[in-house]
């Protein structure tokens, strides 16, 4: 599918069209990664957060957040609970907290990995080379890092460097380096972003032949720059593509054709606008993962990258068979092992090919 076509489909309302694209993503889904769903268990480890994103909730000037950070022997706890309800893979996400030191996170990687077995994911924002080799070393499998929209001057907007961070296409390109699964993925509907924009992202997610792509929609929060209207209008210029579930389904299914062997959460962010059938309707529209949260519960309200994030699908030992049933009401089944990408387990033997060869296969 080419840009143009991509477009189109962002902006194509037909319903009877638009079923036809939940129908080829869904057929493409089953038969490249198959009816399992695989649950990564969420632990928000820290919401400190050295950067000034304009986005997110976490951002360094927001006065506003009790910030925490937790010890390890409590993500220990977390990750236990985790495999013993049958995840196959923890997450741990933070802001960008310079206290979660190499030596930090290596150890909670290793004790994780040796206590429980579990696949283990980060996404803990821009860190040096040396850190992500230390991670990977320590047993880390996999890293998320989404690159937020492919506009760089919406990025450089949106997202204020900082000296000595990697830069975040760079260091996408050194987590494949160093034998990390590869996640990124965008914001949908971000003020100043446009249906052309957000086709190159998608095309962009088949270049950079990643393992996991997350897609959610952006939900202003009142205490950053972008939900304080002013800076969004500033940043509207033109088409501005909706921020809302219907638009995040369509590029979900769109990046399962693009990406037919990545692994793609039901993201959070669109659980949270959808209640209650979110999950269900992702999973029938490209979908295969989906990650419960597992941060203990005194601390789920303070991680808002935006508002509600922590209302979500609490998990505990009550709530979680119904989970499984809204999994099983689609006709699927829980994934079993760690659900590693077919996409990364090809790169492992030495197939993988670039993206342009696959498509002209
Ligand atoms: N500090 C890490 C983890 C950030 S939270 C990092 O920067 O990678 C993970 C994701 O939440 C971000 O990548 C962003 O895409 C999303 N996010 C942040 N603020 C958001 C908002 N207001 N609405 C929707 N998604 C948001």
């Given amino acids: ?101 190499e030596t930090w996170v290596a150890d909670v990687v290793r004790r994780i990995k040796a206590e429980t077995g579990l696949a283990v994911t980060l996404s803990l924002g821009e860190r040096t080379r040396t850190e992500l080799e230390a991670w990977r070393a320590a047993g880390a499998d996999r890293y998320l890092l989404r690159f937020e929209t492919s506009n760089a001057k919406l990025f450089a907007a949106l997202h204020p460097p900082l000296n000595g961070a990697l830069e975040r296409m760079t260091q996408l390109g050194v ?30 997610f088949g270049e950079l032949n990643l393992d996991m792509v997350g897609v959610g929609p952006f939900i202003a929060h009142a205490d950053t720059p972008m939900g304080a209207g002013e800076q969004s209008a500033a940043l509207a210029a033109g088409e501005q593509v909706s921020a809302d579930a219907a638009q995040t389904y369509k590029v979900m299914a769109l990046t399962r054709v693009v990406c037919p062997q990545a692994n793609i959460p039901a993201t959070t962010a669109l659980a949270a606008l959808e209640p209650g059938r979110g999950y269900e309707l992702a999973l029938q529209r490209g979908a295969n993962v989906i990650m419960p949260n597992f941060t203990p519960a005194a601390q789920r309200d303070c991680y808002q990258v935006y508002p509600g994030k922590g209302a979500c699908d609490p998990v505990n030992e009550t709530t979680w068979p119904t989970l499984l049933a809204r999994i099983a009401s689609v006709g699927r089944t829980c994934g079993a092992g760690r659900g590693d990408s077919p996409n990364w387990q090809r790169r492992q033997r030495g197939t993988w090919c670039p993206a342009a060869e696959r498509s002209s296969a």
């Fill in 175 to 204: 987590l494949r380096e160093l034998g990390y699964e590869v996640g990124s993925g965008v914001m949908i509907g971000v003020p100043g972003q446009s249906h052309e924009d957000v086709a190159r992202d998608i095309e962009l």
């Fill in 1 to 101: 599918m080419d840009r143009s076509q991509l477009t189109n489909w962002l902006r194509e309302d037909d319903a009877g069209r638009l079923t036809d694209l939940w129908y080829c993503a869904d057929a493409i889904r089953r038969k490249h990664v198959g009816d399992a769903v695989h649950l990564r268990g969420l632990i928000e480890i820290s919401n400190h957060c050295r950067r000034a994103c304009l986005y997110c909730g976490l951002r360094a000037e927001n006065r506003a957040v009790r910030r925490y950070r937790l010890e390890p022997e409590t993500v220990l706890l977390c990750a236990r609970r985790a495999a013993r309800l049958g995840c196959g893979t923890v997450v741990l996400q933070a802001g960008e907290d310079p206290a979660l030191t």
